[in-house]
Structures are given as C-alpha cells and as structure tokens.
C-alpha cells in the first residue's frame, strides 16, 4: 500500500480482555517496529522484526504482550488480559531495511482500557 | 544509554515569528537524528533526518535543522511559522540494535501559534 496501514484505529477494552492490534506495512518492506506512546510523552520502543523473524522484544513492558509476523508482512500486537495501564497509543512503522534507517509510521491504533 | 532530551515541553509563538526547538542527544557514535511531527490524531510524519555530511539539513514545509556535535544538539528551525504549524514536534535518535535501528524519541514540544 501507499502507506502503513493500522486497524482498528480506536479500540476500547474492559479491563482483563485481549486485543490484538495489526499492522499493514509499506509493500516490500523488510523491517517492521511497534511503539507505544502514553498520553503526553514521546513513543518508546517495543519490538522489532526483520521480516518474520522478531529481533529484538527488549521494550515489551510484560509477558502479557505478544508480537508476531508469521509471513513477514501483516504484524499483530496482542495484549492479553488488559490493564488501565496499557492505556496509551499504539504506533507502527516499517523501513527498507537494509541498514535505511528511516522508518515509516502508521496512524496508530488508540487503546483506552475502562 | 542512548536518550533525548527536548527542555521545552510547550511553546507559543505568534504566526510569521521565528521558530526553535531544542533537542539535545546522548549517543555514543555519530547519530542518526530525526525530527518528527505529530497532529492531533495522527501518526508521526518525518520532518528532516541527519545521517552524515553537512551538518544543516532542510526539512520539508519549510523546517530545517542543525547538527551540533559539540553540543550534542540537533535543533529544529523555522524562519516564519504559520498557523498549520502548530502540533507536537519530537526529536529521535537511531540506536543500532540487532541490525536495525530502534528510535528513541524525547518526550515531544507542543506548539501553540497565536493569530
């Protein structure tokens, strides 16, 4: 696609559900980030995948949270058993690889956690 | 550990003034450096990105920014700000880290543009 593409862009969970976040990177692109943004303060770094292998989970703030990208395209973040703290902003971006180091960031799925 | 610092959590300045916005970097190579820009609602979009070479870069709508090494700060300009200017501006360094960089973002400037 011409863009990251994120879905859904709003989800509201009561506490101790599951969601699951996907991401649609830019067509090709080899490298795949999840961030997280709380209210006020600046994205902080989750995970990572070169193509569908995850290098790097060194920002997964819990065992609650699970990324995957089987194919090494379409990503999915789950969240399991949700708390009010996990409230934030969900931001993916996607780069060439490649050692590019410019990313490319989607909309953002906003999760709020009553 | 690699770490940003923007001082300046909010800003207001008048529509056709001048723009500055600090970011100073903790990083032990030579960065990479990146300004974002975020509105309401949206994701971030890139404004400029220094990776090497001469050390003022442009940006688009009309940002540009400067490398500083020996003040490890990458501060982001503007000659005359308009309206549509007004967002949430963080600066980002890239840490290598298992062969991709990770960004790690300062916690952000809000601008405000008064009429």
């Known amino acids: 696609g011409a863009g990251v593409s994120q879905s859904p862009r709003y989800k509201v969970a009561k506490r101790g559900q599951d969601v699951a976040l996907r991401c649609d990177p830019i067509?090709?692109?080899?490298?795949l980030f999840w961030y997280q943004q709380a209210l006020g303060q600046g994205p902080e770094f989750l995970t990572y995948?070169?193509?569908?292998?995850?290098?790097?989970k060194s920002g997964l703030p819990s065992d609650r949270f699970f990324a995957e990208r089987p194919e090494g395209s379409v990503s999915t973040l789950k969240i399991q058993r949700t708390q009010q703290e996990d409230s934030a902003v969900y931001l993916c971006?996607?780069?060439?690889?490649?050692?590019?180091?410019?990313?490319?960031f989607g909309q953002g799925t906003r999760l709020t956690v009553v | 550990a690699q770490s940003v610092t923007q001082p300046d959590i909010h800003i207001t300045v008048s529509e056709g003034a001048s723009l500055e916005l600090r970011c100073n970097y903790s990083?032990?190579?030579?960065?990479?450096l990146f300004w974002y820009v975020q509105s309401p609602g949206q994701g971030l979009q890139l404004l400029l990105k220094y990776f090497s070479g001469d050390t003022l870069v442009q940006g688009i709508k009309g940002f540009e920014a400067e490398f500083k090494r020996s003040q490890s700060s990458f501060n982001l300009r503007k000659p005359s700000v308009h309206w549509s200017d007004a967002a949430e501006y963080f600066c980002?360094?890239?840490?290598?880290?298992?062969?991709?960089?990770?960004?790690?973002f300062g916690q952000g400037t809000r601008l405000t543009i008064n009429p």
């Open positions: 990083y032990g190579a030579t960065p990479y």
């Open positions: 995948f070169q193509n569908e292998a995850q290098l790097d």
């Open positions: 971006a996607s780069s060439t690889g490649h050692g590019n180091p410019e990313a490319f």
């Open positions: 980002a360094v890239g840490a290598w880290r298992q062969g991709a960089q990770k960004l790690v």
């Open positions: 067509s090709g692109h080899v490298s």
